[in-house]
C-alpha cells in the first residue's frame, strides 16, 4: 500500500516512517509537517493509507480529514486518548494509535487496512452513522459527541428537513438523520410510525381523536395508512 505521513513533529515522522520500512506491503510516498502541504499533494496523487496525527497547529487531523471528498484510509496516530470515540465517527478511520507506538501494535493496524482493502467494498451515509443503540439507550452524533438517550424516555420523534428532533421527558435533541434510520434503533414494542414525519411511543399516548393523537401537549396526525396499525397496537381492534 502506497501511503503518507502528516505530523508536525520531524521526529514522530521518523518514527512512523521507521515503522513502515518493517512492514514490506508498505511504501511511504511522502511525508509532510502539516495538512495543508498534505492536502496540495493529494490533489495531484492518490495513496491507499495515511498516518495523520491530530494535534496539529491551524489546521488539525479532524479538519484535514472533513477537507478530503473521498478519503483513502487513515490511521490516526497522536499522543492524546481522548479523541476515540470521536474518531471512529469516520468511516475512513481504520484505527487509533496511541504514541509511543509498538511495531506489533502498528502492525495490527496494518493488518486492519489491509483487511479493509481486500473487502467488498460498502457504501455507509452520514444517516447510517449517526445513531447506534445498545439495550435501552440510542446514542446519537450531536455535534461530534456522541450523546446517551434513554429510550423508554423518548415520547416523539419528529422529521424535520435533514434533521430529527428527538423529543425526551426531560429535553428534546436536534439529530442530523433521517426517521428511517432511526425508526430501525427503535423497539417495536414502544414505537410507531404514524405519519411519514412522526414515530411515537404508543405507551404516552394521552388521547386519541379521530386522526391524531395528544402526547404530553403535542397533536400528533396519524396517516389513514397508519391508523389500522395503531389501533391494533393499542387493542381497539
Do not use: W
Not at 51 to 77: A, Q, S, Y
Not at 209 to 235: A, C, G, H, T, Y
Amino acid at each position: 500500500m502506497n501511503c503518507i505521513v502528516i505530523d508536525d513533529e520531524a521526529t514522530a515522522r521518523m518514527i512512523i516512517s521507521q515503522l513502515c520500512s518493517n512492514v514490506p506491503s508498505l511504501n511511504v510516498l511522502e511525508d509532510f509537517p502539516n495538512a495543508m502541504q498534505a492536502i496540495k499533494y493529494l490533489n495531484q496523487n492518490e495513496v491507499d493509507l495515511i498516518f495523520l496525527d491530530i494535534h496539529m497547529p491551524d489546521f488539525t487531523g479532524f479538519d484535514f480529514i472533513e477537507t478530503l471528498k473521498n478519503p483513502p484510509k487513515i490511521v490516526l496516530t497522536t499522543s492524546d486518548p481522548n479523541f476515540a470515540i470521536q474518531a471512529f465517527e469516520y468511516d475512513c478511520i481504520v484505527d487509533y494509535l496511541v504514541k509511543p507506538v509498538t511495531q506489533e501494535r502498528f502492525q495490527k493496524a496494518i493488518d486492519k487496512a489491509e483487511a479493509i482493502q481486500d473487502a467488498p467494498v460498502k457504501t455507509v451515509s452520514e444517516s447510517e452513522k449517526v445513531e447506534a443503540s445498545s439495550g435501552n439507550d440510542l446514542y446519537v452524533n450531536i455535534d461530534r459527541r456522541l450523546i446517551k438517550i434513554d429510550i423508554p424516555s423518548i415520547y416523539l420523534v419528529e422529521a424535520k428537513g435533514d434533521y430529527i428532533q428527538v423529543k425526551t421527558e426531560d429535553k428534546n435533541y436536534t439529530v442530523h438523520s433521517t426517521l428511517k434510520k432511526i425508526e430501525e434503533k427503535l423497539p417495536d414494542s414502544l414505537f410507531l410510525k404514524v405519519h411519514r414525519s412522526y414515530i411515537i411511543n404508543i405507551k404516552k399516548i394521552i388521547d386519541i381523536e379521530d386522526n391524531s393523537v395528544l402526547i404530553k401537549k403535542d397533536v400528533i396526525p396519524v396517516s389513514r395508512s397508519n391508523r389500522p396499525e395503531l389501533m391494533k397496537r393499542l387493542n381497539l381492534l
